[in-house]
């Protein structure tokens, strides 16, 4: 599966260019890994985003992939689970495809939990952008590492935009889950146990 390349979009080098180097560099194929796994002996349907490629970002591959990964987790009627580690948002060097994976997220995430599907969304630091607008925000729980930055755009952006100060310790994960936006903070090493304990309780 190869993202596409409509602007012919050119920095440094091309947009296909960029794809190649960072395969190379990261030993991934894409900016997310997706398949059928298991936690604990609970079998699940998995994406998990890299923020090593292309910060993570959501193009057209990684768009198709998570709604692959909720039509296929309806079809064999598992938990979903999708770690998201995204500092990109939204692939700019895609244009307007990029922006489509939102909404083609978020419509494939709806479709699973209107079947009655169980969706867990972890984030990770930072979380951030098109990501966070669509399939990351939209969980039936929602966890947190420790100080993750969680939002849409980032604190510096916000601040210059308002032109005022934001709240002590704002879109970190303590400061989201003391408003509401989060369900659990758990560190790296004990998600997984606490990943096994709320899919045993709620599948």
């Known amino acids: 599966m190869l993202p596409c390349d ?8 091309t947009y296909p260019e960029r794809i190649i180097s960072e395969q190379k560099k990261t030993g991934l194929k894409e900016a997310i890994i997706a398949g059928k796994g298991q936690i604990h002996g609970k079998e699940v349907m998995i994406g998990v985003t890299d923020h090593s490629f292309i910060m993570g970002s959501m193009g057209s591959v990684v768009g198709e992939k998570i709604s692959r990964l909720a039509e296929k987790a309806m079809e064999l009627k598992l938990p979903l689970v999708i770690i998201s580690g995204s500092g990109g948002g939204a692939r700019m060097q895609e244009g307007v495809f990029s922006l489509m ?11 699973f939990k209107e079947a009655g599907g169980l969706y867990i969304s972890v984030l990770t630091d930072p979380s951030l952008g098109g990501v966070m607008a669509s399939f990351a925000s939209l969980a039936d729980i929602t966890l947190s590492e420790p100080k993750a930055l969680i939002g849409f755009a980032g604190p510096r952006v916000i601040q210059e935009t308002i032109k005022r100060s934001l709240p002590k310790g704002f879109q970190t994960a303590e400061f989201l889950l003391e408003h509401g936006f989060l369900d659990l903070i758990t560190h790296r090493q004990d998600m997984k146990k606490e990943l096994s304990r709320l899919i045993g309780y709620l599948q």
């Open 6 to 13: 409509p602007l012919n979009f050119h920095d440094r080098i």
């Open 101 to 111: 994976q939102m909404a083609k997220t978020s419509a494939a995430i709806a479709r």
